[in-house]
């Protein structure tokens, strides 16, 4: 057993929390489209840059055609998945 995680590691489970969070709020608003576009990427099979990116493009996407139904608690939810997904992107063992 490992009792700490890796920073990596780390990051992968804070995009999960925020992609459960994001999940539990569209599934009570019962938003529908928010919901197509967070399956088609999530729940993450791995955690390999390319998957990284589909789901950081696919949740960019739904923010810009989207925008105008989006509200603040939401955005500032897409806004943190995008920096830790940034983050993963950019970190050495990602590449």
Known sequence: M????S????AIEDVHSICQRLFDRWCEGRNAAALSYLMRCWPLMDSEPRTL???DET??????QHRSTV?????QMLGELADSCAELLHCPSAA
């Open 7 to 10: 920073e990596r590691e780390n």
């Open 2 to 5: 490992v009792p700490y995680l």
């Open 53 to 55: 990116r589909k789901l």
């Open 59 to 64: 949740l960019r996407e739904y923010t810009r």
């Open 71 to 75: 509200d603040r608690e939401t955005l």
